[in-house]
């Protein structure tokens, strides 16, 4: 069976038999594959040891280039440069079947949900970083006629060190005819800009009272066009005010409704945690907060959720949304990438930031714990 693996387990001398279920787009290591392996690299073409390229400011500098049908089955990134911020200065785009608006665009480290700039260690299903900067990605990503991947420098120093592998297949045969194409949007909101500054509690009552039945204001993961699926989200927050930034409920819009979909509980409550993520972080398979902060102007926090368990599909249209405090109240800054898959062609995505305004910066805005003089931008430079 193509989704099963059989594994023996043997405990106190006896053996019993279980089943474990692959992802469905993992092969299955007991049948013959019908598709050729192959790879890009950043090794040296004349067998040296120097297998890394430098990028120059303004570069862009395609890293696969192939014809399909294909797919894409794991991508490998390591880079390090000595601009502050650089992964958010470095952007990933990747385009399917010649098209010329992008499928994926995103700062590099927002992709490996790395949105504050530093490197964190986390790990889950479709993605994971290490304490060595090594960035590895899983997402399945078909192609039928081409695929081309690209990295830009939009800093204002070479990336210097820029190593990269990426496994993929071709096959004898066209994709299924209904296959989906992987797509990922980077979005932010620096700040969000809540209805009130004159709060000085999330309880406060000012607050409690208010409703955000139909999402307005809220702070937008990603919209689509076309028939695909939502498979979640990678998001970070710098807080500019003292408190909980999690007050805010999740709300999808599917197939054009004007009202809410569905609506959720709190932030914490849509990446799977609870009580504030109980001030440590952690990463599992399909959710995680690999970097909580406290709960103060200046903290930084790092979160995400993936619904390989039951994609979110759409029809025609699909917007996801949350919160930034209750009903919209708090002014922190967000950035996140949204991943999905999806009918071509998609809609065009929003213009990506210049990459001054990327990097995460204060903002004096009002409510409790901010004002000048409070905290140190120091305090915000990566480790």
Known sequence: MRRFLLMLLLAAGSASVAFCQLPSWMPDPTQPQ????????????????????????GQELTILDTDGPGMISHIWFTLSDREPFFLKRVVLRMYWDGEESPSVETPIGDFFGLGTGEVITWQSALLTVSHDNA????????????????????????????????????????????????????????????????????????????????????YVWMEAQGRGQFIGVTMSVLQNQDG?????????????????????????????????????????????????????????????????????PFRKSFKATIEHGHANHRSDTFSSVAYWYQAEPHAAFPPLPDVSDRIPTLQFVGGPGNSKGEYSPESLTPR
């Open 34 to 57: 019908d598709y050729t392996l192959h790879r890009s690299s950043s090794r040296e073409s004349t067998g040296g040891n120097a297998d890394y390229r430098t990028v120059t400011p």
């Open 135 to 218: 960035m590895n990605s899983y997402f399945p990503m078909p192609f039928a006629r081409h695929a081309r991947v690209t990295i830009t420098n939009e800093g204002k120093e070479s990336l210097g060190s820029l190593y990269w592998n990426i496994d993929y297949r071709t096959y004898p045969h066209p994709l299924a005819k209904d296959t989906l194409y992987f797509h990922a949007q980077y979005r932010q909101a620096q700040p969000n800009h809540g209805w009130t500054g004159q709060w000085y509690e999330n309880g406060d009552p000012i607050v409690n009272y208010r409703r955000n039945p139909d999402g307005k204001d809220n």
């Open 244 to 312: 909980w930034w999690g007050e805010g409920d999740d709300m999808f819009f599917i197939d054009d409704e004007t009202k809410p979909t569905f609506i959720g509980t709190g932030s914490e409550d849509y990446f799977l945690g609870a009580w504030d993520f109980g001030g440590m972080g952690y990463s599992l398979p399909l959710n995680g907060a690999p970097l909580v902060g406290r709960e103060t102007a200046g903290s930084r926090w790092s979160v995400y959720r993936f619904h390989l368990d039951s994609p979110i």
